[in-house]
């Protein structure tokens, strides 16, 4: 597995990516990444640390620490190959994005 340093913490413990998953000291705490903005709460995270942008769970990362978090969690998974996989994301995809115009 690869493993990817992404920084220290403020008492000494280390963020790191290691394949699929995002770990504090080796144990794993999250496996994607969810955007300050739409965070049920975002105001406290703000406040707290204004330069935050997106959460591996409890840790909070700047825009440039999620980019490098990004690419290894990107070059962790296995690529699509099967043909009814894509088709399924893409299926997925289009729905969503007529969802959001309000087409139904």
Known sequence: MQTTFIRTTSDGRKV???GP????DGKPVADSLVDVKTHPNKEQILFALPNAAFMAGPVVLTAEEA???RGALAAAKDPL???????ERFRKAWNA??????IE
């Not at 998953?21 to 504090?24: W, Y």
């Not at 994005?97 to 309000?102: C, M, T």
């Open 16 to 18: 790191e990516v290691i």
């Open 81 to 87: 190959t099967d043909r009814i996989e894509i088709t």
């Open 21 to 24: 998953h995002v770990c504090v």
């Open 67 to 69: 980019s490098v978090v």
């Open 97 to 102: 994005r007529n969802h959001e115009a309000g």
